[in-house]
């Protein structure tokens, strides 16, 4: 990882509200997350994550950065939102115990993932899609972004910064994570988990097909608690979707209390 790679964190709202961190997909950072952070504001302190491209770290690397990061701001304790890849890391964080979990939400994400040959074929695609490929099409999830958000300047400039952040480096350590997710199976971890879980999906979700991870987790999850398909929405639920996901995702968070 080069020297100006790093994790990032940052931390919205007080301390006295009930604390959230947000653990991004695939991507590995906050610019997509920010219509939801509105969203929810007042109701959580909300801590979000850049991972750094690391083209060498594994998951309990990960797992591990994020807890030196809560403990250096003396974050304790609260609920862990896995957002697609980084639910790969929530299991390892609920394994390692290191940060006192109050539960955990699954937005678009997995045990073990259940089409492992499609990831693996994904690995390769983003390994050999021309990068001008990829720019191209998030211009266009761009335009559709600004649409739905209508004129949030806030939502702009973020998906602006998004934009910028995919280079080759960011290519390659996206292909890292996915190598990362066809190798990764916490299904013990998940066994073992009693703390209370939630699951949220779009309904229109081809990258993780959700009734395989609601049925997984219902049957063989012990702290699972709930589950809620938007219909409406796709893989990334939280950011097309901000309002209902938070206002679903708070209401989870104060029953399990």
Known sequence: TAPSESLQIR???????P????????????????AFRKAIAGRVRFIEFTYP??????????????????AANG????WLLGESFSSQILWPLLRRAKFCADGAIIAGGFVRHPLVWAVRCAEHLARGV?????????????????????????????????IARRTELDRAAAAHRLRLIAHHDPRDTARATTLPVFFLSGFFDPIVPWPFVRHWLAYHCPGFRASRILPFSHHAVLSVSPKKSADLIATWMRSAV
């Open 11 to 17: 931390i919205h709202g007080d301390a006295s509200l």
């Open 19 to 34: 604390t959230l961190l947000y653990l991004p997909g695939l991507h590995g950072d906050w610019t997509i997350v920010t």
């Open 53 to 70: 491209r690391s083209l060498d770290w594994s998951l309990d690397d990960y797992a591990a950065a994020i807890e030196t990061a809560l």
């Open 75 to 78: 974050i304790e304790h609260g």
């Open 130 to 162: 021309p990068l001008t490929w990829i720019t191209s099409a998030l211009f266009f999830y761009a335009r559709i972004a600004r649409w739905r958000q209508h004129a949030d300047p806030d939502v702009h400039a973020s998906i602006g910064e998004f």
